[in-house]
């Protein structure tokens, strides 16, 4: 059973940092495209971040480019998501999701398809 765990959210000042973790706890983690997605309240889901199976590709929606890094370390089984500069357009819940091994690169954000239960960052003064 394959099972996607998020933690690191909370709650922060504008312009502060968090980082987002997430374990795989299945055991084909190093096959695997992995990407954040954040929903804010009312709005749909929405593409954040995704890498690689071996962190060498990675993409980011254009509101985050510059702000926040995604990266993950195979041995651990994570993925992570630094966020620095905060903004509260950024309170959202994330969630982590993995994409079928289809291939070696990143695919399209529809093709993710297992999804952790999401963290909740909310930025506020």
């Known amino acids: 059973q394959v099972r996607l765990v998020e933690s690191g959210g909370g709650l922060v000042q504008p312009g502060g940092s968090l980082r987002l973790s997430c374990v795989d706890l299945?055991?084909?983690?190093?096959?695997?495209?992995m990407a954040w997605f954040r929903q804010a309240p009312g709005r749909e889901r929405e593409f954040v971040s995704a890498?690689?199976?071996?962190?060498?590709?990675?993409a980011y929606a254009d509101s985050v480019k510059g702000r926040f890094t995604i990266s993950r370390d195979n041995v651990k089984n994570t993925v992570y998501l630094q966020m620095d500069s905060l903004s509260p357009e950024d309170t959202a819940i994330y969630f982590c999701?993995?994409?079928?091994?289809?291939?070696?690169?990143?695919?399209?954000?529809?093709?993710?398809?297992?999804w952790g239960q999401g963290t909740q960052v909310t930025v506020s003064s």
């Open positions: 890498i690689n199976w071996n962190g060498g590709s990675t």
């Open positions: 299945g055991r084909t983690f190093n096959n695997h495209a």
């Open positions: 999701a993995r994409r079928p091994p289809l291939d070696y690169g990143l695919g399209s954000p529809v093709e993710y398809d297992t």
